[in-house]
Nanobody, 118 residues
């Protein structure tokens, strides 16, 4: 059974930085494109960033230039470094393995809350 455990969220002021991480278990992590997603209150979950097994990355326009996704296959872990945070980045952040457009491998974890507020 594939599981994802996210951590590292918190409260940060606008313009600040935060790093979140996600540990995967129950699958061969290095085989999959991994993605970070987020869901704000009252909104649908959206893709934020993806990273392929070969470390090619892709970002949503709203975070391009501010967020950086990376992975450590030896630790089954994917990271998201978030800089120049804005209040609209406030959301619960989740990770999952990407199977295709709108499709993920496993169930969603509990996520980690990121709140950007002064």
């Amino acid at each position: 059974q594939v599981q994802f455990v996210e951590s590292g969220g918190g409260l940060v002021q606008p313009g600040g930085s935060l790093s979140v991480s996600c540990v995967a278990s129950g699958t061969i992590f290095s085989f999959y494109t991994m993605g970070w997603y987020r869901q704000a209150p009252g909104k649908q979950r959206e893709s934020v960033a993806t990273i392929t097994p070969g470390a090619s990355t892709n970002y949503a326009d709203s975070v391009k230039g501010r967020f950086t996704i990376s992975r450590d296959n030896a630790k089954n872990t994917v990271y998201l470094q978030m800089n120049s945070l804005k209040p609209e980045d406030t959301a619960v952040y989740y990770c999952n393995a990407v199977m295709g457009p709108g499709s993920v491998l496993g169930s969603w974890g509990q996520g980690t809350q990121v709140t950007v507020s002064s």
